[in-house]
């Protein structure tokens, strides 16, 4: 079974850059036909999808973020990783990573369990 | 502003069916893009319930259905239970771009 899970620093200052890994377990982050993605959910909203990189290293970008957003993948460790640079409060939410596929008509089946970052000095 | 619409809010007694809405346009839900729904209890990660506008996963129960016609797409729950009570999202996209509505909180009376 498949699982994914978030890892990083809960708090990162204004200006700074936001770093997360999301680990896989129980599956290739190289195989089969899968996107691997981080989304986003600031306390008591909706959700935000921030972008997705693919088993080929193909990455896609949420238009609103796309300036400041990296994701990158180490298939050598099985994990993928996001950047995202240039923080203010309004990226204070929780980070979730999540796959998608092919197989369930490209839906988010899988996710972390989600990891709370704050921005502030 | 979520680019998909939901209602804030939908309530039922036990027992009862509900709907909850998702709203788009010719640019999404409109183009033919597939739909799904995930529900999200208290403190924990969205669950997918729906996937391509009427499919349920392995485990989803049948209480569970989902439609989609022209730009809007549709949630029901029927047979109503107090586990249900947790926020829906509907979730579609506008070519590679992934969008989320906005979300509905279901409180069972």
């Known amino acids: 079974q498949v699982q994914l899970q978030e890892s990083g620093p809960g708090l990162v200052k204004p200006s700074q850059t936001l770093s997360l890994t999301c680990t896989v377990s129980?599956?290739?982050?190289?195989?089969?036909?899968?996107?691997w993605s981080w989304i986003r959910q600031p306390a008591g909203k909706g959700l935000e999808w921030i972008g997705r990189i693919y088993t080929s290293g193909s990455t896609n970008y949420n238009p609103s973020l796309m300036s400041r957003v990296t994701i990158l993948a180490d298939p050598s460790k099985n994990q993928f990783s996001l950047e995202l640079n240039s923080v203010t409060a309004a990226d204070t939410a929780v980070y979730y990573c999540a796959r998608d596929t092919w197989e369930l008509l490209l839906a988010f089946d899988i996710w972390g369990q989600g990891t709370m970052v704050t921005v502030s000095s | 502003q979520s680019v998909l619409t939901q209602p804030p809010s939908v309530s039922g007694a036990p027992g009862q069916r509900v709907t909850i809405s998702c709203t788009g346009s010719?640019?999404?839900?409109?183009?033919?893009?597939?739909v799904h729904w995930y529900q999200q209890l208290p403190g924990t990660a969205p669950k997918l319930l729906i996937y391509g506008n009427n499919n349920r996963p392995s485990g989803v129960p049948n209480r569970f259905s989902g439609s989609k016609s022209g730009t809007s797409a549709s949630l029901a729950i029927t047979g109503l239970q107090a586990e249900d009570e947790a926020d829906y999202y509907c979730?579609?996209?506008?070519?590679?771009?992934?969008?989320f509505g906005g979300g509905t909180k279901l409180t069972v009376l």
């Open positions: 979730q579609s996209y506008d070519s590679s771009l992934r969008l």
């Open positions: 010719s640019s999404n839900i409109g183009a033919g893009y597939d």
């Open positions: 129980g599956g290739s982050i190289s195989s089969g036909s899968y996107y």
